[in-house]
């Protein structure tokens, strides 16, 4: 994977163009003249290599708790049994992350972003340890607690370009971050499917250890984005609380309409991540290597936006307009999904589903456009606690309309929960339209 990385120029150029005296700061004398593409290799490492592991773990783990609960079973019975297990950990984990996502972003604002990414990395490789050897669904259940309480190296890693980079580059270096998963999705998948069609445990040793070698990479290399002259001066806890946390909204009113626009996207979003193992396995039979190949293809597509699109996009239309037009792409995606008679027209619908890798750049500049520097960590707090939220409402969502749908066709299409997603995509593509408006950026000292 250093390979393909390193095969593109943006990735090292875009986010070290503006502001290098913010590094500088934070790096010995002697470490400056590389220190600044250390950095940012680092924080594009650690997003493509998280993603590279979650890409291994996805094929596999609705089939490990399908084992777990499936036993004498018929197929949709089974399914709806591993539908609602999955639906408690991914609820469980979205409670971790929603009360320990805001605790995340202040401690980085405090004491820099460099210890939170590494305390996340770390959950991370213990969180699939406990998979890889789980006897029960009860240690797969722990193994959920621990990467929810420490799941915020992605939304860190944002905080950390936002420090890098000026207001006006940023769409692009989020772009460039969010190509990560593409690369992740790519590799990943496919691994994933290929060792689980061997061992449904192997992928998770494999993403252990990529963990693992994320952490060390982190621990030698990584160098501190925010100087201690510009960290908040102390810890305030009741920002940590998930709700006070979200007084950064009163504080910055010009945040609210996008928040309502990401939270209704982070819905649609939760979609695949929920049911996708199990939608195509019941309703087209692909096993864990189908299903990976799949995901390989969807990668492939997201890192072509990502790279080549995101960027001339930005440019031509603002942020604003790559944020709609990727709303609007992804309503149409997740509609076609839904309805799709056969794998085919499945497959067809992917070109369009990629074009909604247009929402995370476009929304995510326009955020941290409305935030001084010292905050950018606590912004990237809330956007965690709101991740997590949705990660509590969404499984409920999907995969109890999932188990509804799958024990009454033909009456209850099985793509419903899909075409809820594309309902939420569609709410959230008239809320950018009204809400989603360019200002000022705002004063780097306050």
Not at 216 to 241: I, M, Q, T
Not at 341 to 367: E, Y
Not at 382 to 408: H, K, T
Request: charged letters at 10%; glycine letters at 10%; aromatic letters at 10%.
């Amino acid at each position: 994977m250093a390979e393909i990385a390193a095969e593109q120029p943006p990735i090292t150029e875009a986010p070290v163009v503006a502001q290098p005296p913010m590094i500088d700061a934070a790096l010995p004398k002697a470490g400056r003249r590389g220190g600044r593409q250390a950095a940012v290799l680092f924080v594009y490492f650690s997003a493509l290599m998280d993603i590279f592991a979650l890409g291994i773990m996805i094929p596999v783990l609705p089939n490990l708790i399908k084992r777990f609960v499936g036993a004498g079973l018929s197929d949709a019975a089974a399914t709806a049994q591993a539908a609602h297990y999955a639906l408690l950990f991914a609820v469980t984990w979205g409670v971790m992350q929603f009360f320990c996502g805001p605790v995340m972003g202040m401690i980085s604002d405090r004491f820099g972003r460099r210890p939170v990414l590494l305390i996340s990395i770390f959950g991370l490789g213990v969180d699939y340890l406990f998979m890889a050897l789980a006897p029960t669904l009860a240690w797969l259940f722990v193994g959920r607690v621990i990467n929810g309480v420490t799941s915020a190296s992605f939304s860190t890693a944002n905080a950390y370009v936002a420090d890098v980079t000026a207001p006006q580059d940023r769409a692009k270096a989020f772009g460039l971050m969010g190509s990560a998963f593409g690369i992740g999705f790519i590799v990943g998948p496919a691994i994933g499917g290929t060792l689980g069609a061997i061992d449904l445990r192997l992928p998770f040793f494999v993403s252990a250890g990529l963990a693992l070698c994320n952490w060390l990479y982190g621990f030698f290399v990584l160098p501190e984005s925010l100087p201690k002259e510009r960290r908040s001066p102390a810890l305030n806890w009741k920002r940590a609380n998930p709700i006070t946390a979200f007084g950064l909204l009163l504080e910055r009113p010009t945040l609210v309409g996008l928040s309502l626009v990401m939270v209704l996207f982070q819905l649609a979003h939760n979609a695949f991540p929920s049911i996708f193992i199990l939608f195509v396995g019941h309703r087209w039979h692909w096993g864990p290597l189908i299903a990976g190949n799949m995901m390989m293809l969807t990668g492939v597509l997201s890192l072509i936006v990502q790279i080549f699109v995101v960027g001339r996009v930005v440019k031509a239309v603002g942020e604003r307009g790559a944020l709609l037009i990727g709303l609007g792409c992804a309503a149409a995606a997740f509609a076609v999904y839904g309805l799709a008679p056969n794998w085919i027209v499945f497959l067809c619908a992917s070109p369009l589903g990629a074009l909604g890798g247009l929402i995370g750049p476009g929304a995510q500049s326009l955020m941290s456009r409305r935030v001084p520097g010292n905050q950018q960590g606590r912004l990237q707090g809330v956007n965690s606690a709101f991740m997590g939220l949705c990660s509590i409402i969404g499984p409920v969502i999907y995969l109890s309309s999932l188990s509804f749908a799958v024990q009454r066709e033909p009456t209850i299409v099985p793509g419903l929960p899909i075409l809820i997603a594309a309902g939420f995509c569609l709410a959230a593509l008239i809320a950018a339209w009204f809400l989603a408006k360019p200002v000022a950026d705002a004063d780097p000292a306050h």
